[in-house]
């Protein structure tokens, strides 16, 4: 069955950089719509950034210092996270869907990992 794997979950210092990574089986990144999104205890889970070929979109919250790429050859997709605050503390899950618009809506999604762990202390 398909599979999305995230890794690269730590505790960093505020301002410090983590990069997470999302591996996909049975299903090919190159052609899907793939996304990250966090959650909280409490809260919605927040899309952060998406990707689709050449497409781009990241929540008002994290541009600029964060960067969504894929190495199409490893079938990875990953998030560069720099400038990291105490707000970005949450479990990190990827998405992968097939979704006509590849955005931020969780609707859209079909595949999702089982998340990994960011803490950032002040």
């Known amino acids: 069955q398909v599979q999305l794997v995230e890794s690269g979950g730590d505790s960093v210092q505020t301002g410090g950089s983590l990069t997470l990574a999302c591996a996909a089986s049975?299903?090919?990144?190159?052609?899907?719509?793939v996304g990250w999104f966090r959650q909280t205890p409490g809260k919605e889970r927040e899309g952060i950034a998406s990707i689709r070929w050449s497409t781009i979109v990241y929540a008002d919250s994290v541009k600029g210092r964060f960067t969504i790429s894929q190495d199409n050859a490893k079938n990875t997709v990953y998030l560069q996270m720099n400038s990291l605050q105490p707000e970005d503390t949450a479990v990190y899950y990827c998405a992968a869907g097939n979704q006509w618009v590849c955005d931020l809506r969780k609707a859209g999604f079909d595949y999702w990992g089982q998340g990994t762990q960011v803490s950032v202390g002040s």
């Open positions: 049975r299903i090919s990144t190159s052609d899907r719509c």
